[in-house]
């Protein structure tokens, strides 16, 4: 993993630097990962994959290069990335570290050279076409696995060296030492060397001094330095544990200042503004002096999710006490996006409902055997799905809760790539509680989630019909919905009285949220008795009793569903195909075209204007009376409200109030209020 390594003040990359090297680096990082374990930077990846930089050259065949970070070229030069190896295309950018504009040019075919050219010679980039001071070139290298790696180089054309490389060094970014070779973040020979600085017998760090001299990032020198200024880079307002910031990759708020402070008449800012072209984003005329301002004791935080993910520079211009203006550029990655691998095995729930990873039972009876009237879901798969490009092996099937395997499945189980595997599950509860949950946990060879869980949910009676019923609460809890049927101190059920309880939302009349596509109704539960309580929609304007109950049914009323008698008492009814044999998921759409409301065996409305208030009356209902069916906006098992979607729940005939006769959970609507 990239991270924060001291003294060098720069980036660890890999397959730079020697065994001795990466144990010196090891050392010293294990302290400085103590001290920023909660720091909010996002670190890349070090030694686990190629890292990608860009290197110059003096001679078209590309010999003796340097790293073009931190270079001082002048001239015909030749830029071109390194390592050539793993790559698809590279794609450069001049003084575009955002990649806002088009690509300068986008090579295909290694070597990979910014100005383009044959295999045997590079084609020279004149340097004269850009004027004198800092510039950057920034490189996009898609890899053949598909993975995009961006970097930028910060150079300097017109400085003191006519050459960029420095005797007899070598750097992996952008820094060279005479008689030393480093890579970022690492030193050896008492000497240290960060990512884009150079010096001659000195030790030169964006941010951090030893003995010599310090060099800003994006220069270099011989024995001198051309800024004494560098900026710092701390995940912390108090600026400790401060870090130079070129090379760093960055996530989240971040805490940019200018070191030293001493010796400073102002500071001006400019982000992604090398050339200081545009205006300043923040001039600081106080100590100390902060990229994003603040107090001495505390400074502000600049939030990098305002800036894309990729290469990025902050440029200082620095006014001293006495002297000329200094400036220096440091150039930094950000990655607020973290890209992860999705699991390929994955569980399908062929019910639909509630969801891929939580599947819903019902059972009946102190006994195993099934029921002679009704039916019951005590029966599932769960459906192991590949998604993959390989085979994966299935391990581990545990269950816990009143559930068993039905039957076994023989372990281990290899699914090749898109192919299934059915663990079929039994609900096998014969006592109480009403609501028993239990799970499936699924261990595995993939290689993005070894293991994973599904969740269970059954409801028990011991007998048909009345108070042996689950309540709605109880169905809530089986299908893992965080929606409120009633709050604190509210008394459900009531008496038909109009009146809300929980999220409850008060409206005769719906409409199709998108009218181009289908309303779709799902039946979650029957509790009713032995009679079959269709379910159908009618328009708003009709005024008169558009529902009459009759064995044909008059007036505007269009059927929905009506699921057999069969099915009950259960979880998930099913309705029968037109073949009168075939059993379906009780599911239906509709598509009303206008303003409508609901009915149930033309009886009860949605409309609770037309409802009988006999039963009310006889419970105590005084007035307004007839509410006998509730709407709630569906909540998933996360509390998050899935818009346009709704539980309605009916009460049928005003007997006892539980609002569980029928539970429908239905998407694409929203109400029609007046």
Known sequence: MRGWVPGGRGRHRSGRAGAAGRSARLVAVVGVLAALAAAVLVVGPAEAATTYTLQVSTSADRSSPVALNGANVTGNIYVFTAPATDIKSVSFYLDDPTRANAAFHTETTAPYDFNGGPPAA???YDTSKLTAGTHTITQAVTTTANAVQVYTATFTVGGSSSSPSSSGASSSSGTSSSGTSSSSGTSSSGSSSSSGTSSSGSSSSSGTSSSGSSSSSGTSSSGSSSSAFTLDLSTHPDRSAAVALAGQTVSGKIYVFTTPATGIKKVVYYLDDPGQTGSPIHTEGTAPYDFAGGTPTSAYAYDTTALADGGHTITQVVTPTSGAAQTSTAAFQVKNTVVTVPPALVSVNPDGV?????????????????????????????VLSNT?????????????????????????????????????????????????????????????????????????????????????????????????????????GGNGTVKTTGDEVLSPFWVAADPSQPIVARELANTHGLFQPAMYWYPRSDSTDPCLPSTTLPGSCTMIMNPPVSEAQTVLPRILASDGVTYLPGQASFSPGVSFGFNFMGREYSDDTRNSTTGDVKHGCTSPCGHHIRFYPLKDNSGKVVPNTWLVCVEMFGSNYDYQDVVVLVSNMKPDLP
């Open 388 to 492: 993959g490009s390989s085979t994966i092996t299935v391990t581990g099937l545990t269950l816990t809760g009143t559930y068993a395997f039905n039957p076994a499945v023989s372990l281990p189980q290899d699914i090749p790539a898109g192919g299934t595997l059915n663990v079929p599950i039994r609900f096998v509860a014969i006592a109480a509680p009403a609501v028993q949950m239990g799970s499936l946990t699924v261990k595995s060879t993939d290689p993005a989630r070894s293991s994973f869980s599904v969740t269970l949910g059954g409801a028990w009676q011991p007998a048909a019909q009345g108070p042996n019923e689950p309540t709605l609460a109880n169905y809530m809890q089986v299908f893992g919905y965080k929606t409120q049927v009633v709050y604190s101190g509210q008394a459900f």
């Open 122 to 124: 590079a084609n020279p």
């Open 354 to 382: 509630p969801s891929n990873d939580w599947f819903v039972f019902s059972r009946i009876g102190t006994n195993l055997n099934g029921s002679a009237t009704y039916a019951q879901h005590d029966q599932d798969t769960v």
